[in-house]
């Protein structure tokens, strides 16, 4: 989708389609929108007076203008209630009308900025919001369709937002181009996830990370199976074994050009990326296995993050690590009881080859310590059982740093990716103990998604770490208001804006 800011008013903009928006609870509209209700003879004060515009968030209304206004039709968006406002609800409601754009067949629209100076919202992050929400609410993954409804409902191509004050273009412009960077690249780690596995297998997805990161002058290196095996990467690479599709560690660094990293902040992001988890030979049920594509969520997230950071050359250190393999019972898989040893050698006991993700996790969180970080974080669809303690809606946050803790908490609130701290009780460290080697690979049942972080702790070094849990929310069941079923691209938005917030220090 192109973005285009240009100097205007709404009700001269010829176009095909206007969107403006209403709070909730308003009874006579303001703004952009009470240019268009005068234009269209109180047409819009009548709908609101009758209860047929509501302003909630998420609800649209279509009107045609019958040539009251250059624009054929108008889209009334709800922002819902003006105390509840905030950047979220922003980026919200310009998906919601992406959406319903998208829907109508529109392939170019106009709007203005939603909400600046409402709820604290400065006009460069309303344009953001703006800016990102419709390109997130746009989103359509319909690679492999050749007919029916999905694929005939064009893309949007081109979005063009007015602002009337001269003095707020440049704002308004540094907004879109943030907003831009960080939708663009959510969507393009919600594509990786969509792929069919037969498709995006680990070579694939180092090609196309490898792609995106040479056109932003990201740095990127793709270690192949001998090459971890030197690093003694055996915990990786036992994972890895069990697949016909050679197992790749993809790692990429960003700093700004002419800048010495050393001067700068160093984060470590470690997505997993199982590109498709059967279990291995400790096999899945096969009824919901398909969604196991999804597995490399948090390897999709950590390389748009990183991205995004290029592209708008943030004043940081930032390396990606992302382990990306398949989990499959080949003739050569890993089998429950086996013994493996990671890169800082400590050994772990296989007691479930289906708890391969915390594997290959291990060996990249050694790997994160040559950089010599300020903060390591790693993100991955690990446990069922962060979907049982949290529902579809919430990641789990393990962090034993109050700093690192923070500074996530308020990204995600920031980009609307809500998360619950959890605890790394280490108490449950008895949990996986074992007598045969230093720690066994799963704790058993009861606390699995705390047990899993005491097992990556192991391997996350001396510096604040954290642990983000996406296993349930990576992938959205059903279309909502202000997007579609499939993956979500959750947490690449956070980890961009935990960068936002090192580089402004």
Same mark, same amino acid.
């Given at each position: 989708m192109?973005i285009?800011?240009k100097?205007?008013?709404?009700?001269?903009?010829?176009t095909?389609?206007?969107?403006?928006?209403?709070?909730?609870?308003v009874?006579?509209?303001?703004g952009?929108l009470?240019?268009v209700?005068?234009?269209?003879?109180?047409?819009?004060?009548?709908?609101?007076a009758? #209860?047929?515009?509501t302003?909630?968030l998420?609800?649209?209304?279509?009107?045609?203008?019958?040539?009251?206004?250059?624009?054929?039709?108008?889209l009334?968006?709800?922002?819902?209630k003006e105390?509840?406002?905030?950047?979220?609800?922003a %980026?919200?409601?310009?998906a919601?009308?992406?959406?319903?754009?998208?829907?109508?067949?529109?392939s170019?629209?106009s709007?203005?900025?939603?909400?600046a100076?409402?709820?604290?919202?400065?006009?460069?992050n309303a344009?953001?919001?703006l800016?990102?929400?419709s390109?997130?609410g746009?989103?359509?993954?319909?690679?492999?369709?050749?007919?029916?409804d999905?694929?005939?409902?064009p893309?949007?191509?081109?979005?063009?937002?007015l602002?009337?004050?001269?003095?707020?273009?440049d704002?308004?412009?540094?907004?879109?181009?943030?907003?831009?960077a960080?939708?663009?690249?959510?969507?393009w780690?919600?594509?990786q996830?969509?792929?069919?596995?037969?498709?995006?297998?680990?070579?694939?997805?180092?090609?196309?990370?490898?792609?995106?990161?040479?056109?932003?002058g990201?740095?990127v290196?793709?270690?192949d199976?001998?090459?971890?095996?030197?690093?003694?990467?055996?915990?990786?690479?036992?994972?890895? %074994?069990?697949?016909?599709e050679?197992g790749q560690?993809?790692?990429?660094?960003?700093?700004?050009?002419?800048?010495d990293? @050393?001067?700068l902040?160093t984060?470590v992001?470690?997505g997993?990326a199982?590109?498709?988890?059967?279990?291995?030979i400790?096999l899945?049920?096969?009824?919901?296995?398909?969604?196991?594509k999804?597995?490399?969520?948090g390897?999709?997230?950590?390389?748009g @993050?990183?991205?995004a950071a290029?592209?708008?050359?943030?004043?940081v250190?930032?390396?990606?690590?992302?382990?990306a393999?398949?989990?499959?019972p080949?003739?050569?898989a890993?089998k429950?009881?086996?013994v493996?040893?990671?890169?800082?050698g400590?050994?772990?006991?296989?007691?479930?080859?289906?708890a391969e993700?915390?594997?290959?996790m291990?060996?990249?969180?050694?790997?994160?310590?040559r950089y010599?970080?300020?903060?390591?974080?790693?993100?991955?669809?690990?446990?069922?059982?962060?979907?049982?303690?949290?529902?579809?809606?919430? @990641?789990?946050?393990?962090?034993?740093?109050d700093?690192?803790?923070?500074?996530?908490?308020?990204?995600?609130?920031?980009?609307?990716?809500?998360?619950w701290?959890?605890?790394v009780?280490?108490?449950?460290?008895?949990?996986i103990?074992?007598?045969?080697?230093?720690?066994?690979?799963?704790?058993?049942?009861? #606390?699995?998604?705390?047990?899993a972080?005491?097992?990556l702790r192991?391997?996350?070094?001396?510096?604040?770490? @954290?642990?983000?849990?996406?296993?349930?929310?990576?992938?959205?069941e059903?279309n909502d208001?202000?997007?579609?079923?499939?993956?979500?691209?959750?947490?690449?938005?956070?980890?961009?804006?935990?960068?936002?917030?090192?580089?402004?220090?």
């Amino acid at each position: 989708m192109q973005i285009n800011v240009k100097q205007g008013q709404l009700q001269q903009e010829s176009t095909e389609l206007l969107v403006v928006n209403l709070f909730e609870g308003v009874t006579e509209p303001g703004g952009a929108l009470k240019a268009v209700d005068n234009a269209l003879s109180g047409l819009v004060t009548q709908l609101i007076a009758a #209860g047929d515009v509501t302003g909630k968030l998420g609800s649209t209304h279509l009107l045609y203008t019958n040539g009251a206004l250059p624009a054929r039709r108008v889209l009334i968006t709800g922002l819902g209630k003006e105390a509840e406002f905030s950047v979220s609800v922003a %980026r919200k409601a310009a998906a919601a009308a992406a959406r319903r754009v998208r829907e109508l067949g529109v392939s170019a629209y106009s709007t203005v900025v939603h909400g600046a100076g409402r709820g604290g919202l400065s006009v460069i992050n309303a344009a953001e919001a703006l800016a990102e929400g419709s390109l997130l609410g746009g989103y359509k993954f319909a690679s492999y369709k050749r007919d029916g409804d999905d694929k005939s409902s064009p893309e949007i191509s081109e979005l063009t937002v007015l602002e009337a004050d001269a003095a707020k273009l440049d704002d308004v412009r540094a907004g879109v181009t943030v907003g831009q960077a960080v939708g663009e690249n959510a969507n393009w780690a919600r594509d990786q996830v969509n792929e069919p596995a037969n498709y995006l297998t680990p070579r694939e997805l180092a090609r196309r990370v490898r792609e995106q990161a040479e056109r932003v002058g990201l740095q990127v290196q793709v270690l192949d199976e001998a090459e971890m095996a030197e690093l003694g990467a055996g915990s990786f690479l036992g994972i890895a %074994r069990g697949s016909d599709e050679e197992g790749q560690f993809i790692v990429l660094e960003h700093y700004p050009k002419d800048v010495d990293p @050393a001067s700068l902040p160093t984060i470590v992001f470690v997505g997993k990326a199982i590109t498709f988890d059967t279990g291995g030979i400790s096999l899945k049920p096969g009824e919901n296995m398909w969604k196991m594509k999804d597995d490399m969520g948090g390897g999709a997230a950590t390389a748009g @993050a990183l991205l995004a950071a290029a592209r708008l050359n943030l004043p940081v250190h930032a390396v990606g690590l992302i382990p990306a393999t398949e989990n499959m019972p080949g003739g050569d898989a890993i089998k429950p009881s086996d013994v493996v040893t990671a890169i800082n050698g400590k050994t772990m006991e296989i007691i479930s080859t289906d708890a391969e993700g915390r594997q290959v996790m291990a060996d990249a969180l050694c790997y994160a310590q040559r950089y010599n970080p300020d903060a390591v974080l790693d993100i991955a669809t690990l446990t069922g059982a962060i979907g049982i303690a949290l529902g579809p809606d919430l @990641a789990g946050l393990f962090c034993d740093d109050d700093d690192l803790r923070g500074r996530l908490l308020a990204a995600s609130e920031f980009m609307g990716e809500p998360m619950w701290p959890m605890p790394v009780w280490k108490p449950y460290r008895r949990l996986i103990d074992t007598d045969v080697a230093d720690m066994k690979n799963t704790g058993g049942r009861y #606390g699995g998604a705390i047990t899993a972080a005491i097992f990556l702790r192991e391997f996350a070094g001396e510096q604040p770490w @954290a642990h983000l849990d996406i296993a349930s929310t990576a992938y959205q069941e059903a279309n909502d208001a202000f997007s579609v079923r499939g993956g979500t691209g959750f947490g690449m938005r956070t980890l961009f804006e935990l960068l936002r917030g090192y580089a402004a220090q």
